[in-house]
């Protein structure tokens, strides 16, 4: 008899529909049930090695028939397949009937003794008497909200989406923010309702509108668009949604110490309880900051066009200040934590706030700063009187924005908050521009009265690597400035005057927990290699001095990448042979010994050089920069290549050139190189020769003559953030394309593994220094492509280390080959994160 396997993403949903099969097919069908994930499978969620195992027990002659419910489990299954024996794989069937009915009908034909091609054909159709019984022929329109205020749309046809939200927390900040973008590429009307919780239809293209939605996880949204564009529009939006608007997983929270607590026990009236949202402990005398509210004048505006332009002025300066600050955080604490600031930017072009302010300023005369505040307080007040509090919490996002702008009215710096004293930090909330200008090396404890785990200064302190408690009572705000407190990461607690026995205490806690951090950094000095004993080589990318330094302190096995421009940016003439020669020679030492590769100057174009004479250029990504301008710069290049050649004499250099499009400009420039190694040799300068000399893969053309030019050099290092932007024809700053850029494509994977097997073929190495060499997802699959060194941010080495000896290189190699077969680059992720979660834990 064929034997049937459950596969759902709950186990009570799973083992429930085992009862109700059994009522109808008997108990003679043997059923399997492979659902949810962790380690008592009581979580949500699937797992392709429990899938293989389930199988593998009710592994029948006459077949298996596997149903699975939606999404990842389906991808699990079909990972599930791959771990199984050949011969039971042969016996398996895939049914993609809806699982309930569907698991019904399939008992049923089971235990009538039916082949698993005829129980999965009466699965399939099982779904038909429903649909009769509610004489369902097409699907009916969904009830059109009207919003109040916001004028029925007049010409053409309305069409009409309804779609389920299945991300993590809904349309907050970041999903609203790529939500609002997408809707606004499009000529269309475009709104949204909440169907689930009835309210009214709202703008798609304001965040603020968006978010008073209160749409959450779960909840149904309905989508209406009419206008020229409104087709695509809602095409769009449909994919952003099911593709979960990017976002891998629920947001992280704090993961417990493997330090152990040793209890502290003061009276209960000396301690402050809250939510313990970033590890550590820390004991300090307090420090209350109070966000002194900017001021706003109180005149009339005469002249309202002035006060307009004003407030625009203002809104472009503080947008640029944000977007500053975006590109600042990526590097403390990487582009998650730091694309709220993108949310941020959003705000400042909100359609809703600029026109309540707009209409304040003409129609009352209110000045900028008064009309701005009036408009961003309504949104405030609508935020605050939500339900949901991660929702709530964006309050403070719109506050934060605000406040910037009314600063930058005014004429007031934004306070850098600096300290002099060791303090723990106590305040209602910090908004992300206050969290990012905290003075880090005095503030050993963050205490916060509103915040959750998910609010954003809580994912900044956990980035940041600082203690931190939220929600904690009103009754802190009274313990005077400068009092002694205990603040405990791991249990969410203050205590206030903890006495000499609980300081000590605390004090012995903390030097553990840094020697915790401290010993789980120090494993990144030990090799990376996998469980097989494939080495790694695991290097950091480096813009500077200061980033040579932090990448040897992270364990870098090298330097993949050394980014030259940072000598000739920021400049009014050319950097010297002897500047660029000490600057890179301090970097060759700083790595004692490990390999540095220097990759000669990738600006123009796009990034022009106010000495050099460039034509301007249409499409300046496609233009004279890299390789292509040091060709064309002679004395530029000449210069360059002798303070490399010359700083590797006693430091361990290699040589790389960006943008090769070509074998022609390879030909050059290793010429090229040739003449200056002849030019210091008849001068008699000490220098490195033969020096190593590879080149980037970041143009499609590159990749595909991977063949052609791997005899030409000594490595390739893939660029993938260019690869990808190439590939993809999508540029890769333009926040609308994210969906594109992706290097996860499998349309990237399989040029990245043009090139590996070009270069394995010819006997070179190949590495990868874009982004995608530091995501953990992307390891197990550039592994078993190939790759053999990963270039990436110094702070991502630790992890990336770790994930390398988790692996043997036939897992990798299959997850490569899964996700060559992927269809686009979410499924990729997806698959990459099922696969992580079935390596042991090592
Ligand atoms: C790349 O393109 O992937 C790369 C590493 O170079 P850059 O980011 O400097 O263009
Ligand atoms: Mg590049």
Redesign the pocket.
Known sequence: MVSLVLVSHSKLLAESLVNLVRQMAGEEVKIGVAAGAGENHDEFGTDATQIAQVIQEVDSPEGIVVLMDLGSAILSAEMALELLPEDVRSRVHFCPAPLVEGAIAAGVQASLGNDPQTICREACQALQPKAEQLHFSEPAPAPAAVEEGVPAPTAGEIHTIVLELTNAHGLHARPAARFVQTASRFKADIRVANLTTGSAAVSAKSLNALATLGALHGHQIQIQAQGDQAAEALQALAKLVEERFGEAAAPPQPTPSAVPAIEPQPSDEHILRGLPVSEGVAVAPIFHYESLPPLIPDYQAKDTATEWQKLQGALEKVRRAILERQREMVNRVGEDEAAIFEAHALLLSDEELLENARMLIEKKHYNAARAWKESVDTIIARFQALADDYLKQRAVDVQDVGNQVLRELSGEAHEKIVFQEPVILVADDLTPTETASLDLERVQGIALLSGGATSHSAILARSLGIPAVTGLPMRIKQIPQQTPVALDGFKGEVLIQPDERIRQEFEARRTRWLEEKQRLLASTHQAAVTRDGLVIEVAA?VGNLTDAQTAVQNGADGVG?L?T?FLFLTRQTAPTEEEQYQAIHQIGLTLQGKPVIV?TL?VGGDKPLPYINQQPEANPFLGVR?LRLSLQQPHLFRTQLRAILRAGADTYLRIMF??VASIEEVHQANQFLQKVHQELQEEGLPHRWPIETGI?V?IPSAAVLADALAPHVAFF?????????YTMAAE?GNPQLNYLND?LHPAVLRLIGEVTAAAETHGIWVG?????AGDPLAVPILIGLGVREL?LNAAGIPRVKAVVRNLTTEQAKQAARQALACSNAQEVREMAANFLKTLPEK
Request: hydrophobic share 30%; with cysteine; glycine share 8%.
């Open positions: 990318n990448l980014r421009e990759r990738d890299a960006p943008m980037m970041e290092s893939i660029g993938t953030n260019d690869l990808t932007q890769r290097a990868v220094c874009g982004e995608l270039s």
